[in-house]
Nanobody, 123 residues
Framework: QVQLVQSGGGLVQAGDSLRLSCAASGRTFSSYAMGWFRRAPGKERELVAGISRSGDHAYYASSVQGRFTISRDNAKRTVYLQMNSPKPEDTAVYYC????????????????WGQGTQVTVSS
């Protein structure tokens, strides 16, 4: 198992930028695909972005494609979500997650979760 601790988040104005971080401890970080999910009020949890173990492959929900960037630094055992030009509809609790496979695309693929962080985008 890997333990995940998130940082970042908060209140941001639409069009500004925000970066979320997720630091891992425990098993070898580079063994895990990583993902960022979010849950907005009244909506189901959705995958926002994912990245492979090596960082060579990243994928995004269509709603954030071109605005958000997921990256990882395996030496620092940290994954990031850079949120550029956020919109009010991006308001949600964001979770990082780790999957013990090369690429995870479903919530069920991910066995370890961060504590969640609120992101609120004001218009």
């Amino acid at each position: 198992q890997v333990q995940l601790v998130q940082s970042g988040g908060g209140l941001v104005q639409a069009g500004d930028s925000l970066r979320l971080s997720c630091a891992a401890s425990g098993r070898t970080f580079s063994s895990y695909a990583m993902g960022w999910f979010r849950r907005a009020p009244g909506k189901e949890r959705e995958l926002v972005a994912g990245i492979s173990r090596s960082g060579d492959h990243a994928y995004y929900a269509s709603s954030v494609q071109g605005r958000f960037t997921i990256s990882r630094d395996n030496a620092k055992r940290t994954v990031y979500l850079q949120m550029n030009s956020p919109k009010p509809e991006d308001t949600a609790v964001y979770y990082c997650a780790a999957a013990d496979i090369d690429v995870g695309t479903r919530a069920a693929d991910f066995g370890s979760w961060g504590q969640g962080t609120q992101v609120t985008v004001s218009s």
